[in-house]
């Protein structure tokens, strides 16, 4: 997928609305077979979607879905997350480093451990959003953030 392009895809009936954000997980057994497959699996593993536009009426048949999938345009989501606040600025280019912090049960863990980003991944930051919704139960000094690829 081109950055900031939308790509077409197929999502579940139920789930085809404008605004709807879903993050891909990859092929299941079940699409190995499936005449689809090329256009349903264009999108990067563990990437966060925004569905943009549905294109037309047409429901197609799917193991997964019951009442089958339809065609959309999506674009690749920010995604927020805390870092160290001395590095949150707006329009910075970062190399994303992964939290040291195993505190599983910490009520801001997935901030601090986003899915869809990798340790070392180059990023930019599009926006400071704020302070974290909790404190740090390490004592980090930390800020939301919106990261963009």
Do not use: Q
């Amino acid at each position: 997928m081109v950055k900031g392009n939308p790509s077409i895809t197929l999502i579940g009936v139920d789930l085809a609305k404008i605004g709807t954000e879903f993050i891909f997980n990859g092929p299941t057994a079940e699409c190995e077979a499936c005449k689809l497959r090329n256009t349903c699996l264009n999108l990067a593993v563990g990437r966060r979607y925004r569905i943009t536009a549905v294109r037309g009426n047409t429901e197609h048949k799917c193991a997964l879905h019951d009442v089958g999938v339809r065609a959309v345009e999506v674009t690749e989501s920010p995604s927020i997350v805390a870092i160290d606040s001395k590095n949150a600025f707006s329009g910075s280019k970062i190399v994303y480093k992964s939290s040291e912090c195993e505190t599983l049960d910490c009520k801001i863990y997935e901030l601090c451990h986003p899915n869809g980003i990798e340790h070392g991944e180059k990023l930019v930051i599009s926006a400071v959003v704020g302070d974290v919704p909790e404190a740090c139960v390490e004592g980090k000094s930390l800020k939301l953030v919106e990261l963009k690829r």
